[in-house]
């Protein structure tokens, strides 16, 4: 029995609220890119879901895209994390407010 | 000579310009003294060949010509040297204009003999009597007088009244400045008036005097449209006697205060603070009379208007009599002398204002000689005194300075009018004309002859005869004056003596050969309808003259007794009737009242007016000011607050938003995120919510 497209939203929406939350909340920035993670994944649940029951690999491939766009996001947001670490000693992203106005 | 009228006045004025410039450092005292005197000795001669020139008819009718006019048949020659004021053309198309023109008839003639005969021996006499003064002063003393000279001369040869007017405010100008000589001293102790005050009360009251003649110049101006003497005369039978009243009263009163008559002679007495040969010179002889001899020279203006000649004739004859009341009573030597002046100016106004203008000129130059004569006498004894002016503290002179007394008593008899001294006919003539207009005044110049004859008698006897009262300090000192200053005196002397032979009236079977000479001045334009008083007749003449001369003989006779035989007279005189002497002793106290009456709230209105100005005209202004000021702190404040307020409001504004804006600017990425977040959600919200209706 196939799964009805309504439970994969929910749980996608589950998942992205998951790491909404975790982006919102959380003040350590490799978590944050983690939550992040799980909020892109939660996209890609969504792209395969409706995929499938529309009968487009549009979607899949997609899917696939964003996983590799997803690698090399890693890659800069890890690189950007360190380079923060080594600045100010810290990867606590309310600690780093220059932006304040 | 006739030519050289302009370098009569002129002589005397180079001498002032030389003596005032270089005579302080550069002249040597001697030469300071004979440039002067030389100055006013040219003068002399220049009018002496003057006076000879106009006196023949036939050659004064060929020196006509160039800049010189003449009228033979009245023996004046006008010299006309330049056009002085160009006025422009009256609405009747006669040219108005003045000339700067000297006039030589037989009046001014008169006078500028008088004037430079005179003149020049007090000169002279200065030389000595001002030997002592510090070389500046000396020249200076010298330099006014010669400017004295000059002015007066311009006065008695202007042939237009400006040019009068010029002479006449310059011989004021000197009269003050020679008055204020000593202006470092006190002059009068009990008032501590100084000599400057004293100059300038003689230069304040005269001012008043010549407010009138300037306002009688003008007015005839107005009516005749000249100012030329002779113009104004020959107009004056048609100007009509209204005008002809007006001008010559307004000109009296010019004279009045020159020649120091009722009410303006209060000045006189006090000029003589000045040194004694300026009171001979300025103040006795010849700027005193200046007012006289204007009367004289405006005669047929007088001639038509009857009502302004008895006020001369009035003012002159109460003068004579008041100034002589007075007169009685002075203790200071020249006092006594300057009331006589003011006195016997009285009596020159008397006779012009009865008619008699030849007359007053004929009183005018022996009262010049006998005057002049008695102030250098009282000089001379001043000068022996060391400068003690006292009669209380004289007496007994006559041993110690024989030459001073031998004149003195010359002059004292001539003015006495004694016969056959110079004092004597002029009196007489003047008294005869007054019996012809009224005898009222006749009285008044008898009385005034009785004082004159009395006072000087009471000068005589106390400075020369009896106790010296004087201390041994001052008797060692006493001595004769230098001879510069005696020979003057015995000129003088010698004038005073003879000078009447010129006036013998006719009733003593001789010829009145000043009154001839006078004639054509006075008969110039005869007065319309008037005819001259017919001359009295002889014996009534001869008995008017025996009654002037045993009034004077009565005169002296008392004051012989009163201060020669009994002493004691006086005194128990002034203690029995203590209020009117000290009414008299204190001059009528007139300046006691024009201080009062006139000074008073003169002084009250100029302070008034100091007040309106410091407060309302200085508080108008003022209130401009904090106007101003006020306007400029509301336009400051608008600027500041409001201008400026708006401007800065606009800064606070957006200070204020960027205050509340840069609160979401928290540099947290966590917060934005979570905007977004709330953003998107209520964007879905609205979005879904308004789908479903």
Redesign the interface.
């Known amino acids: 029995m196939p799964v009805p497209p309504s439970h994969v939203l929910i749980f996608s929406l589950l998942l992205f609220s998951i790491g909404m939350l975790g982006v919102l909340t959380r003040r350590n920035a490799i978590i944050i890119l983690m939550s992040i993670e799980l909020m892109m994944n939660a996209a890609n649940i969504n792209f395969i879901a409706f995929s499938r029951q529309l009968n487009n690999l549009a979607g899949q491939v997609f899917g696939v895209f964003t996983i590799a766009v997803a690698a090399g996001e890693v890659a800069i947001g890890l690189a950007v994390v360190l380079a923060l670490f080594r600045n100010r000693d810290t990867i606590y992203v309310d600690e780093v407010h220059v932006m304040k106005g | 000579m006739l030519g050289l009228l302009w370098a009569i006045p002129l002589l005397p004025f180079l001498g002032f310009l030389l003596n005032g410039i270089l005579g302080p450092r550069l002249l040597p005292r001697r030469a300071v003294g004979i440039l002067a005197s030389v100055a006013v000795l040219l003068s002399f001669l220049v009018s002496l060949g003057a006076i000879a020139a106009i006196a023949d008819p036939v050659a004064l009718a060929a020196a006509a010509g160039g800049s010189l006019t003449t009228d033979a048949g009245h023996h004046r020659a006008v010299q006309t040297l330049w056009t002085w004021m160009p006025i422009g053309t009256s609405a009747q198309g006669t040219v108005l204009r003045v000339d700067w023109a000297y006039a030589l008839d037989p009046l001014s003639a008169v006078m500028l003999l008088v004037v430079t005969g005179v003149g020049f021996l007090i000169h002279v006499y200065s030389i000595g009597y001002m030997a002592h003064e510090p070389r500046p002063a000396y020249a200076r003393f010298f330099a006014y007088l010669n400017l004295f000279m000059a002015m007066m001369l311009t006065l008695v040869l202007g042939a237009s009244l400006p040019v009068v007017f010029v002479g006449w405010e310059g011989v004021g100008l000197c009269s003050y400045l020679l008055i204020g000589f000593y202006y470092d001293r006190v002059f009068d102790e009990t008032t501590g008036m100084t000599c400057a005050d004293a100059g300038r009360k003689a230069f304040i009251t005269n001012r008043i005097g010549d407010m009138g003649f300037m306002l009688g110049m003008l007015l005839l101006f107005a009516t005749a449209g000249t100012l030329d003497i002779q113009g104004i005369l020959a107009q004056a039978g048609t100007l009509g006697t209204g005008v002809c009243t007006a001008a010559a009263l307004l000109l009296f009163v010019g004279a009045c205060g020159k020649s120091a008559q009722i009410p303006l002679y209060v000045w006189l007495p006090d000029a003589m603070a000045g040194p004694t040969p300026v009171s001979a010179l300025i103040h006795a002889a010849t700027m005193v009379t200046a007012g006289v001899y204007v009367v004289c020279r405006m005669a047929p203006l007088y001639q038509h208007a009857p009502a302004a000649l008895l006020t001369v004739a009035v003012v002159g004859g109460a003068t004579a009599v008041f100034a002589a009341l007075i007169g009685l009573c002075q203790n200071d030597i020249k006092k006594v002398l300057a009331y006589s002046t003011v006195s016997q100016l009285g009596y020159m106004m008397l006779g012009a204002g009865c008619g008699g203008f030849e007359a007053g000129v004929f009183h005018l130059m022996t009262h010049a000689f006998f005057k002049a004569l008695l102030f250098l006498g009282a000089g001379s004894v001043i000068h022996a005194m060391s400068g003690e002016q006292d009669i209380r503290k004289m007496g007994g002179l006559d041993r110690y300075i024989p030459w001073t007394h031998g004149t003195f008593v010359v002059a004292w008899l001539a003015i006495s009018g004694i016969f056959p001294l110079s004092g004597f006919f002029s009196k007489d003539e003047i008294l005869a004309w007054a019996f012809r207009k009224s005898i009222l005044l006749w009285g008044l110049g008898a009385g005034g002859a009785f004082l004159t004859a009395f006072y000087m008698s009471r000068l005589y006897f106390l400075v020369f005869h009896g106790r010296a009262r004087f201390d041994k300090e001052t008797r060692h000192h006493v001595h004769e004056s230098p001879r510069t200053m005696i020979v003057p005196l015995v000129v003088l002397a010698a004038l005073a003596f003879a000078g009447g032979v010129l006036g013998v009236p006719e009733a003593l079977g001789a010829r009145n050969v000043l009154g001839e000479y006078l004639a054509p001045v006075f008969e110039a334009a005869p007065a319309a309808g008037t005819a001259a008083p017919a001359h009295l007749a002889a014996g009534l003449e001869l008995g008017l003259m025996a009654v002037s001369f045993a009034i004077a003989v009565f005169g002296i006779f008392l004051g012989w007794v009163f201060y020669a035989q009994r002493p004691e007279i006086p005194a128990t005189f002034a203690e029995n009737v203590g209020g009117l002497y000290r009414l008299v002793a204190g001059k009528f106290y007139v300046d006691e009242i024009y201080d009062r009456v006139i000074l008073a709230p003169y002084y009250a209105l100029c302070r008034a007016a100091s007040w309106f100005d410091r407060y309302v005209v200085d508080g108008a202004v003022n209130a401009a000011g904090y106007v101003t000021l006020g306007t400029s702190y509301t336009s400051v404040g608008f600027d500041t607050y409001v201008v400026d307020g708006l401007v800065n409001l606009t800064g606070y504004t957006v200070r204020g938003a960027?205050w509340v804006?840069?609160?979401?600017?928290?540099?947290?990425?966590?917060s934005y995120?979570?905007a977004v977040?709330l953003g998107i959600f209520i964007l879905v919200s609205v979005y879904l919510l308004t789908q479903g209706h």
Request: proline content about 0%.
């Open positions: 960027s804006f840069r609160k979401f600017q928290t540099g947290v990425v966590q995120a979570t977040v």
